[in-house]
């Protein structure tokens, strides 16, 4: 199972190290491979550990006994979790008026926000679109899908397509 694993100096600890790397990891698994989850292990009493994991997004899979450790904790995160954590931040967000006019910057903010990652696109929903190559996509999008359509806006010079975009 892939799996994230800090080991930090005693005198290096508690300075928020582990936390910062486990994310960058995860951040770079889940946009450079097809693993559908991350793992990480510890002893069940290194609570610290735990920490760090459920820091990043990770919580309780299981634990099982073995030599090393008498018993293993065993926290994970899916790529589920993080379109999870996106629908809630945005629900949250309902009946505020904080984003409005900024659809591409209301969703990515649910993506990042809720998950401690940075994501790029375009300068406008259109370029998104195009940059992801989402406009080749038909039928029902899967939950937390990015959604890209036409929208017409005011502009300097009439109308402009910015295009809008929203999750599913």
């Known amino acids: 199972m892939p799996e994230i ?3 930090i100096r005693r005198d290096c600890q ?9 994310r960058a990891v995860r951040n770079w698994a889940f946009q450079n ?8 292990y510890c002893k069940y009493t290194n609570e610290a550990s735990i920490r760090t994991a459920e820091s ?7 634990e099982y006994p073995d030599e090393v450790n008498g018993i293993t904790h065993v926290s994970v995160i899916s790529r589920d979790d993080l379109i999870h954590n996106m629908i809630i931040w945005a629900k949250n967000k309902l009946g505020s008026t904080e984003y409005a006019g900024w659809c591409l910057s209301f969703v990515e903010y649910a ?3 809720s998950n401690g990652i940075e994501i790029f696109g375009g300068d406008s929903a259109k ?3 195009e940059l992801y190559s989402d406009a080749l996509q038909n039928g029902i999008p899967e939950e937390g899908s990015f959604v890209f359509y ?19």
């Open 56 to 62: 990043i997004g990770m919580h309780f899979d299981r």
């Open 33 to 40: 491979t097809d693993y559908p989850a991350l793992y990480s």
């Open 127 to 129: 370029e998104s679109c």
């Open 14 to 22: 508690r300075k928020g190290y582990a936390g910062e790397a486990a």
């Open 150 to 168: 036409d929208c017409l806006c005011p502009g300097n010079d009439g109308l402009v397509n910015w295009g809008h975009c929203g999750y599913f």
């Open 111 to 113: 993506l990042e926000i």
């Open 5 to 7: 694993g800090y080991h």
